[in-house]
């Protein structure tokens, strides 16, 4: 998230900067207090997205009319796509997207000052088991 840009932003411009990221994870925490919240992770649903619709029927009791899979072929042309990028298959290859050269020195400045607790944070959780993969971008 971090590293994501969207069509919606100034070119090169990153769309979630810190201060909004830090007040999503304070709520993603305060949320998953409670039994009604269920939290879905990116990487599921583009790596199993029929695992994430079960999960999620289950939980809501609901019943889909389409797959999440599907999602790009049934929009609707009205549906705002711009922090999606537009409609598109799911794709998993934007799983590791961050580790691009292009987002190198974002994750330098996050890591050197503007974000130094996120190897912690990333550790909570559950996307790293250590603080050794911030040994390429220390200054």
Known sequence: VLTSIHQ??????YYVPVERWRAIYTHLK????FDDTVTVRFEDLVQDPLMVEVQLTEFIG?????????FHEAAPDRFDTRAL????PLD?????RWRHPEHRQRIRALLNADMVELPERLIELGYETDTAWTAEYKN
């Open 8 to 13: 919606s932003r100034q070119p090169g411009e």
């Open 30 to 33: 305060w949320a998953e207090l």
């Open 62 to 70: 609901w019943t889909l009319e389409r797959s999440f899979a599907e």
């Open 85 to 88: 990028n537009g409609k598109r």
């Open 92 to 96: 998993t290859s934007a799983i590791d």
